[in-house]
C-alpha cells in the first residue's frame, strides 16, 4: 500500500509538471499577417499585442494602410504598451498614413508609452498631424523604446 501511494504521488508530480510545462507555452509570441490596406486588423493585432507579455511581431503587406479617424483621442493607431515589431514589404513599398485627403480631423499616426517598445522596420509613416502646439510627435510620440529600421 506504501508503495502505490508512493508511486501515485510521484505521478501526480509528474502529471503537474507536464501541465505547467504546455501550459506556459501557451503566452508564446504571436505573428499577426495583415493584409494590403486592412487598418481594423492592424488595430485589432495591436490591441492584442498589448494584451501579452511576449514580444509580438506583425507583418505588414505591401500597399497602403490609411488611417481615415483617430483610433484614441490623439493618435492614428493604438498606443504601443509592450514589445511590439511591426514589418512592412519595403520602405517603398508598405506605409501606414493619416489618409493624405484628410484636413480633419488632424492626429499622429501613433505613440509608444513608456512601456512600450517598438521596431518598425520596412516601411513608411506618412501624414501625421498633432491637434495643438503642445502635443508632440506628428508621426510618432515616442516615450518608450523606438527603433526602425529599413
Known amino acids: ?4 501511494l508512493t508511486n501515485y504521488k510521484i ?3 509528474a502529471l503537474f509538471a507536464i501541465f505547467l510545462l504546455i501550459t506556459s507555452n ?3 509570441a504571436a505573428v499577426f499577417n495583415i493584409s ?18 511576449e514580444a509580438d511581431v506583425i ?9 481615415l479617424e483617430p483610433d484614441n483621442h490623439l493618435n492614428g493607431l493604438p498606443i504601443i504598451t509592450t514589445e511590439i515589431t511591426i514589418r512592412g514589404a519595403g ?16 492626429f499622429r499616426i501613433l505613440e509608444v508609452s513608456s512601456s ?9 509613416l506618412r501624414g501625421g498631424f498633432t491637434k495643438l502646439e503642445v502635443e508632440f510627435g506628428g508621426g510618432i510620440f ?9
Open 26 to 28: 501557451i503566452t508564446s
Open 116 to 124: 512600450g517598445k517598438l521596431t518598425m522596420e520596412r516601411l513608411a
Open 142 to 150: 515616442n516615450r518608450g523604446i523606438l527603433a526602425i529600421a529599413n
Open 1 to 4: 500500500m506504501i508503495n502505490f
Open 91 to 106: 520602405i517603398d513599398k508598405t506605409t501606414i498614413q493619416r489618409s493624405l485627403g484628410l484636413v480633419e480631423p488632424r
Open 59 to 67: 507583418n505588414l503587406d505591401e500597399g497602403i494602410f490609411n488611417l
Open 11 to 13: 505521478l501526480i508530480t
Open 36 to 53: 494590403s490596406g486592412d487598418v481594423a486588423g492592424l488595430i485589432s493585432s495591436i490591441n492584442v499585442a498589448n494584451s501579452t507579455a
